[in-house]
């Protein structure tokens, strides 16, 4: 199985921060890499497929990069309703496997 | 608007049995493949199961296969996981999921997890 390995496991911004969330994948996985929010209590939300094509109406600050083994998700000024968990999840091969999470909390 | 909501969670003994349900609404149902996804106390989500919009094709992870059995009444936009031989491990919250589309010519789901239900929370007593 492929793994994927998020760091930072957690960390703490402010609003307006950049932030940049990372995901490696044990093989290389192309662009077959997808990135989720979740907040406390609530379902994951898709956020970017393909390692960097948004989801409608996903909002712009948040974006996707990589190819092969690195990826990074970026959101580019932080908003107070962006404090959440975030995971990756590749669909390279079977079984899809996800990272860890970051969570991402207030400073 | 797209909802799933998830019931038939509980507490049930090691070896026991347990079905969850998933209902769908707000999408046609039966031209996407949904999926079981599970995450443990403390622990990443696990990929349980897939299964086609018409429910011809299923794929299971190695943790549950024999003893999990996805399928689907599309009649009743409802998705289901039967469990059966539970044991400690598979103690989890499990999510049903729409993925962004149906399996492929090559066998595959998008595996795109688009929408998700909130989760029901399953534990197995030793």
């Known amino acids: 199985d492929i793994q994927m390995t998020q760091s930072p496991p957690s960390l703490s911004a402010s609003v307006g921060d950049r932030v940049t969330i990372s995901c490696r994948a044990s093989?290389?996985?192309?662009?077959?890499l997808n990135w989720y929010q979740q907040k406390p209590g609530k379902a994951p939300k898709l956020l970017i497929f393909?390692?960097?094509t948004l989801q409608s109406g996903v909002p712009s600050r948040f974006s996707g990069s990589g190819l092969g083994t690195d990826f990074t998700l970026t959101i580019s000024s932080l908003q107070p309703e962006d404090f959440a968990v975030y995971f990756c999840?590749?669909?390279?091969?079977?079984?899809?496997?996800f990272g860890g999470g970051t969570q991402v909390e207030v400073k | 608007e797209v909802q799933l909501v998830e019931s038939g969670g509980g507490l049930v003994q090691r070896g026991g049995s347990l079905r969850l349900s998933c209902v769908g609404s707000?999408?046609?149902?039966?031209?996407?493949?949904m999926s079981w996804v599970r995450q443990a106390p403390g622990k990443g989500m696990e990929w349980v199961s897939s299964?086609?919009?018409?429910?011809?094709?299923?794929d299971y992870g190695d943790s549950v296969k024999g003893r999990f059995t996805i399928s689907r009444d599309n009649s009743e936009n409802t998705l289901y996981l039967q469990m059966n031989n539970l044991s400690a491990e598979d103690t989890a919250v499990y999510y049903c999921?729409?993925?962004?589309?149906?399996?492929?010519?090559?066998?595959?789901?998008?595996?795109?997890?688009?929408?998700w239900g909130q989760g029901t929370l399953v534990s197995v007593s030793s």
């Open positions: 999921a729409k993925d962004k589309g149906d399996y492929d010519n090559s066998g595959s789901p998008p595996f795109a997890f688009h929408t």
């Open positions: 707000g999408f046609t149902f039966d031209i996407y493949a």
């Open positions: 299964i086609s919009g018409g429910g011809g094709r299923t």
């Open positions: 093989q290389s996985i192309s662009i077959f």
């Open positions: 393909g390692a960097y």
């Open positions: 999840q590749q669909r390279y091969s079977a079984p899809v496997t």
